[in-house]
């Protein structure tokens, strides 16, 4: 084929080793999709410690930076589609009990539950709705005279509570939240085996040492509401697409579903190419830059990203991060480099701030 392709071009190739770029440049897509090599892991076997998976999942995070989870008991997919709808279908007054204080003064939580999103849309790249679910549904009370500052403060608020819907119909409200939270641990558990599992293939323990509590991990059930007219800010820098999603790299770990939905694409020798959708029993997973640096970047964390679709766009996210007191500053291999958080941050839970700080200005 490539051979084929030389001579109907007429080109005098000096050697075989140029052809491969060569061959990029001039018919980009000459590999076919690359992505169908990514391979999935059956649930059972990654969360039962399977070894065998390990070398699969490695391969793939050094030569993807991606792969999907699939055959995962108890779970479908079609029906967190079906409530996720049904919620954001809801009468904005139905959800208003949900609504992060920004957006409602007479509620609590700050992170977790609904956020409307903004109804410009020329003024924001972040034209999304947002339904934020977290690890805790409790959070031991503090008492009236002891006033947290600092550090404390911020441990004590990123434990926020979930808040559920009320809808009116119990039945729903309570199929919801049951959904959901179990959706969460599928996740978590996904999340949490797959840092086990790079751990283990590294031989890294020390990753893993730093991921023994979830304190802040965060679902996001996602709905991009169909643009009635272009947003002249969402044309790649890269490509010229129109995007939905603007391209960029995780920080943490990532758990990703995105339904049937076609869209989402990753960057693979400097070409987005389309990733498969996770469908009814599957998800996609991946790291960020911060896992990336804590083992010297070993492995690859793929720049994504959606381009417009002519729907409304339903997805839902997972991020893990370590825990609060992780030192994320250097990384846990041998080296022990400093990592690009070390320049500015020691613990997870001061980079947590910054984060959170910078989502607030996003989405809220
Ligand atoms: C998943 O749920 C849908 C209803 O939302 C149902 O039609 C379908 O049969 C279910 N699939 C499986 C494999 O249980």
């Given at each position: 084929m490539k051979l084929t392709l030389v001579l109907i071009l007429g080109l005098a190739v000096p050697a075989s080793a140029y052809l491969p770029s060569l061959l990029e440049k001039l018919w980009p897509s000459y590999e076919g999709n690359v992505f169908d090599e990514v391979p999935t892991i059956p649930y059972k076997d990654l969360v039962t410690d399977n070894l065998y998976v390990d070398p699969s999942v490695l391969m793939a995070m050094k030569q993807f930076g991606f792969f999907y989870v699939g055959e995962v008991p108890g779970y479908n997919a079609s029906v967190e589609l079906d409530y996720l709808q049904q919620f954001f279908n809801l009468p904005e007054e139905l959800k208003a009990g949900t609504e992060i204080r920004r957006h409602n003064p007479a509620n609590k939580n700050a992170y977790r539950g609904y956020c409307?999103?903004?109804?410009?849309?020329?003024?924001?790249?972040?034209?999304?709705?947002?339904?934020?679910i977290g690890p805790h549904e409790t959070r031991?009370?503090?008492?009236?005279?002891?006033?947290?500052?600092?550090?404390?403060?911020?441990?004590?608020?990123?434990?926020?509570p979930n808040v559920w819907p009320q809808t009116g119909d119990c039945a729903f409200d309570k199929e919801f939240k049951e959904i959901f939270q179990k959706g969460f641990e599928f996740r978590q558990t996904i999340a949490r085996k797959f840092v086990q599992s790079i751990s283990r293939s590294l031989d890294l323990p020390k990753l893993n040492?730093?991921?023994?509590?979830?304190?802040?991990?965060?679902?996001?059930?996602?709905?991009?509401?169909?643009?009635?007219?272009?947003?002249?800010?969402?044309?790649s820098d890269f490509d010229g697409t129109l995007l939905r999603e603007l391209e960029h790299i995780d920080s943490t770990v990532t758990v990703l579903t995105?339904?049937?939905?076609?869209?989402?694409?990753?960057?693979?020798?400097n070409q987005y190419r389309n990733m498969p959708a996770t469908g009814a029993n599957s998800f996609v997973v991946m790291i960020g830059k911060l896992v990336d640096d804590l083992v010297d970047n070993q492995l690859f964390s793929v720049k994504h990203r959606v381009i417009e679709t002519p729907f409304d766009r339903h997805s839902i996210t997972y991020f893990l991060g370590p825990q609060f007191d992780a030192d994320i500053s250097r990384s846990v291999t041998e080296e022990r480099r400093l990592t690009e958080a070390g320049r500015k941050y020691t613990i997870f839970g001061e980079w947590i701030k910054d984060y959170l700080g910078a989502i607030e200005l996003f989405y809220y």
């Amino acid at each position: 084929m490539k051979l084929t392709l030389v001579l109907i071009l007429g080109l005098a190739v000096p050697a075989s080793a140029y052809l491969p770029s060569l061959l990029e440049k001039l018919w980009p897509s000459y590999e076919g999709n690359v992505f169908d090599e990514v391979p999935t892991i059956p649930y059972k076997d990654l969360v039962t410690d399977n070894l065998y998976v390990d070398p699969s999942v490695l391969m793939a995070m050094k030569q993807f930076g991606f792969f999907y989870v699939g055959e995962v008991p108890g779970y479908n997919a079609s029906v967190e589609l079906d409530y996720l709808q049904q919620f954001f279908n809801l009468p904005e007054e139905l959800k208003a009990g949900t609504e992060i204080r920004r957006h409602n003064p007479a509620n609590k939580n700050a992170y977790r539950g609904y956020c409307p999103g903004l109804d410009d849309v020329d003024a924001t790249l972040q034209y999304k709705n947002l339904f934020n679910i977290g690890p805790h549904e409790t959070r031991a009370p503090i008492s009236e005279d002891n006033i947290l500052t600092g550090m404390d403060k911020l441990r004590y608020d990123i434990h926020e509570p979930n808040v559920w819907p009320q809808t009116g119909d119990c039945a729903f409200d309570k199929e919801f939240k049951e959904i959901f939270q179990k959706g969460f641990e599928f996740r978590q558990t996904i999340a949490r085996k797959f840092v086990q599992s790079i751990s283990r293939s590294l031989d890294l323990p020390k990753l893993n040492d730093l991921f023994q509590e979830d304190e802040f991990s965060a679902m996001g059930l996602r709905r991009y509401p169909k643009r009635d007219r272009i947003n002249t800010n969402m044309y790649s820098d890269f490509d010229g697409t129109l995007l939905r999603e603007l391209e960029h790299i995780d920080s943490t770990v990532t758990v990703l579903t995105t339904f049937d939905n076609g869209g989402l694409q990753g960057l693979y020798k400097n070409q987005y190419r389309n990733m498969p959708a996770t469908g009814a029993n599957s998800f996609v997973v991946m790291i960020g830059k911060l896992v990336d640096d804590l083992v010297d970047n070993q492995l690859f964390s793929v720049k994504h990203r959606v381009i417009e679709t002519p729907f409304d766009r339903h997805s839902i996210t997972y991020f893990l991060g370590p825990q609060f007191d992780a030192d994320i500053s250097r990384s846990v291999t041998e080296e022990r480099r400093l990592t690009e958080a070390g320049r500015k941050y020691t613990i997870f839970g001061e980079w947590i701030k910054d984060y959170l700080g910078a989502i607030e200005l996003f989405y809220y």
